[in-house]
């Protein structure tokens, strides 16, 4: 919620809000909705597409394993790829490190007609770099407030942002590492480095405490899915990102001539 202050640890990330419980009946309810949700979406996606006047930038964030892939897969991966992109965050470039840090943000932002998936994203910029003292004190502090205008310069330009904390327990992160050491077809995604920064879970939630309240706007939103369930995580990110655009509800423009007056020989 816009304004208030959100504590993650407080926060249960095996709860399933909005449905009424987490057992075999509602999970088969969700994974129902879901599949109808990624149907609307397909065709809310045609029209905003043809429409060609407005744009969504949808935010993905989370602790490693939290399901940022999992969740392009499932909930974007069934779009039309003419009108989506994904834009994955890694660690800076020299070059883009010797811009400020919305240089390479601004260029991936979505144009008119499409929708982009940031995969990580500006955040880092006081998540990883706040959590490993990567600047001072005093730079990462302004950047909240410089976040929030750039948000607010892309919201006026037609961009409906909608950004998700994919909320996991440290036991389910344990698990899943597991699973990609164990896991042949999925070890490459294991990395040394995401056990550095397990130890820092603490930092990191504080970090997420922080960028989640002051950057919670009406323009745009921070989410906080529960996320240990990931039929929970795809029926949540597919519902909100359904409502927004039916609420935007893109019309294709109606043609500027008389259709009956033409033939084609
Ligand atoms: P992955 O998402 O597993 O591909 O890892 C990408 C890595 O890049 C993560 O460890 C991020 O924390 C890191 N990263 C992304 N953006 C930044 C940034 N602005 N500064 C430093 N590290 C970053
Ligand atoms: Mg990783």
Redesign the pocket.
């Given at each position: 919620m816009p304004g208030s202050r959100v504590q993650l640890g407080e926060i249960d990330p095996s709860r399933t809000p909005g449905l009424r419980g987490p057992g075999e009946q509602e999970r088969a309810a969700a994974e129902a909705i879901h599949a109808q949700n990624v149907v609307a979406l397909q065709d809310l996606q045609y029209r905003l597409w043809a429409e060609g006047q407005r744009s969504v930038l949808v935010v993905l964030q989370g602790m490693?394993t939290a399901g940022k892939d999992g969740t392009i897969r499932h909930v974007f991966g069934p779009l039309n790829p003419q009108g989506v992109r994904v834009v994955?965050?890694?660690?800076?470039t020299p070059e883009e490190l010797a811009h400020d840090?919305l240089w390479r943000i601004h260029q991936h932002t979505p144009e008119k007609g499409r929708i982009v998936i940031f995969?990580?994203s500006h955040y880092?910029?006081v998540l990883?770099?706040r959590v490993h003292a990567?600047v001072p004190e005093p730079v990462w502090r302004e950047r909240y407030e410089q976040i929030n205008q750039f948000e607010s310069l892309l919201a006026s330009n037609a961009t409906t942002i909608l950004k998700f904390f994919l909320h996991i327990s440290k036991a389910e992160q344990k698990q899943r590492l597991q699973e990609r050491l164990d896991d042949p077809a999925k070890r490459w995604k294991f990395?040394a480095?995401d056990l550095d920064?397990r130890k820092r879970w603490g930092d990191y939630h504080e970090a997420y405490d922080d960028a989640i309240s002051r950057c919670s706007t009406d323009h745009a939103p921070w989410f906080i899915i529960p996320a240990d369930r990931k039929w929970y995580r795809n029926w949540a990110i597919s519902s909100i990102v359904r409502g927004a655009l039916e609420r935007m509800n893109p019309e294709p423009p109606t043609p500027d001539f008389d259709p009956t007056t033409v033939t084609i020989d």
């Open positions: 490693d994955g965050f890694k660690q800076p840090y995969n990580r880092e910029d990883v770099v990567l990395s480095g920064e």
